[in-house]
């Protein structure tokens, strides 16, 4: 029998360190964590950190410089599987939500003027990790439950696959019987988002703002054009949608704009 601990590396790009933080706030199971795998490298509870193969590698943060390029795809090279978590990671997050990279470029050059040059690294797009990098699993959220992390890390650890997240926001939520607040005429984007959260904000009278991301097969344009029946203007309802998800469906936005 095989007892050798997998190893794991957890990064951090550009975002809020949500996710990383959270796994250091399983403060009863940190131990154990630590103990159940070889953890080479995690910037944010460790100061001895290695950068050589990994079994696993979970990448936290969107990709904004050619400097988290580089560092990106070597941990590809090294990782045998990597893994995306939180929505920064596996949509972007809310700094992607400007798609167009004129707009981008304008945004950028009011805050930092004409230079992208620093000394450093030089600053892109911001944009997930899959623009950059084949991923093998995604742990959508903003950000990651403690459940739902270690859920996830008993099965990589297991060598099974992570639980999936197929259904919309709305199945939780017709579940826990709540009242539908897109009925109600408020612009929830529960229809068209991950389940995993259990509806939490729904729950609270709160609409959906997408912030696990979209769940697979998501009519996105139904629902467009639903909320403008619904009288929210095109420009409110592409906000509320690229919040979150911005670069994963700025095809919609093409298709919607050409019709």
Same mark, same amino acid.
């Given at each position: ?35 159940? &795998?070889?953890?080479?490298?995690? &910037?944010? &509870? ?149 389940d995993g959260c259990g509806a939490i904000c ?11 991301? &979209? ?45």
């Open positions: 029998m095989n007892n050798t601990k997998p190893k794991i590396g957890i990064y951090e790009m550009t975002g809020c360190a949500g996710d990383a933080l959270l796994i250091v706030d399983c403060e009863n199971e940190l131990i154990d964590i630590f103990n159940a &795998a070889d953890i080479q490298s995690f &910037a944010m &509870a460790m100061s001895n950190n290695t950068d050589g193969e990994l079994d696993v590698a979970l990448v936290e943060g969107s990709i904004t410089t050619e400097k988290e390029i580089e560092e990106l795809k070597d941990i590809r090279k090294r990782a045998k599987i990597v893994v995306a978590i939180g929505n920064c990671a596996t949509h972007g997050g809310i700094q992607a939500r400007f798609t167009d990279p004129e707009q981008w470029e304008r945004n950028f050059r009011e805050v930092y003027g004409d230079s992208t040059e620093f000394s450093h690294t030089k600053a892109v797009q911001s944009k997930p990790i899959d623009a950059y990098i084949d991923v093998d699993f995604y742990l959508p959220g903003c950000p990651i439950s403690k459940e739902q992390f270690l859920g996830f890390f008993t099965r990589i650890l297991k060598g099974n696959p992570p639980e999936v997240y197929p259904s919309p926001v709305c199945v939780t939520c017709k579940l826990k019987e709540n009242q539908c607040l897109l009925k109600n005429g408020e612009l929830c984007l529960g229809p068209l988002t991950a729904p729950s609270h009278n709160i609409p959906c703002y997408g912030c696990w991301g &979209a769940v697979e097969g998501a009519n996105a344009r139904s629902e467009y054009h639903l909320l403008v029946e619904k009288g929210f203007s095109p420009e409110e309802i592409k906000k509320r949608m690229a919040n979150f998800n911005g670069t994963k469906i700025s095809q919609l936005y093409n298709q919607i704009d050409k019709e």
